[in-house]
């Protein structure tokens, strides 16, 4: 009997987790605006993030109060890789190196520790079903709609007032959240 290389072996685990990530829909759900929000939330899920140079996937746990939010990104494997902590309009990063960084430039940090960033000042109404408040949306789709030059989609509604696999998307940059509620 032949036996499998170890890198090959790895390799097809890694793949097969890669698409377990980044779940397909096909056919979106119909938009509809939830009739309730939550002002504060506790939810967690899997993520995957295209950029135009790599691929991330693994999990996430999410803690949003008022402005205040706690973003904990995890490998497959349950490693945190970096967390993200915003109170009263400071930020900080830390990495899976233990070292943090502080500042008001979020988007900034992210993308000069982590490759790549994103909306949270916008993403915490988007994940819930709703456009920003006071922001024009440029443009209603079947499955969502388009404000600040971003595209929002819900592909899986969990129930009426919670979606359950939210895209987000601009041509350089995809996130695709599966949300446990």
């Not at 790895?10 to 829909?25: R, T």
């Not at 499955?143 to 929002?152: A, M, R, T, V």
Request: hydrophobic share 35%.
């Amino acid at each position: 009997m032949k036996k499998i290389p170890l890198i090959i072996f790895i390799s097809i685990g890694l793949n097969s987790c890669a698409s377990w990530y980044d779940v397909k829909v096909d056919q979106p759900a119909a938009y509809h605006e939830p009739t309730q929000i939550d002002n504060n939330y506790n939810i967690d899920g899997r993520f995957t993030i295209s950029t135009t140079s790599k691929d991330y996937y693994g999990n996430f746990n999410w803690q949003h109060e008022s402005a205040n939010d706690v973003l904990a990104f995890m490998s497959p494997l349950g490693n945190t890789v970096a967390k993200i902590v915003v109170e009263s309009g400071v930020a900080t990063l830390t990495t899976e190196d233990n070292e943090s960084y502080s500042g008001s430039d979020l988007e900034q940090m992210m993308n000069k520790q982590l490759g790549f960033s994103l909306p949270l000042e916008y993403l915490h109404y988007w994940i819930q079903g709703i456009p920003l408040p006071n922001y024009p949306v440029s443009d209603r789709l079947n499955s969502g709609f388009e404000q600040l030059d971003w595209k929002i989609e819900y592909l899986r509604w969990q129930d009426n007032n919670h979606p359950q696999i939210v895209q987000v998307s601009k041509p350089d940059l995809r996130i695709k959240l599966l949300i446990n509620w």
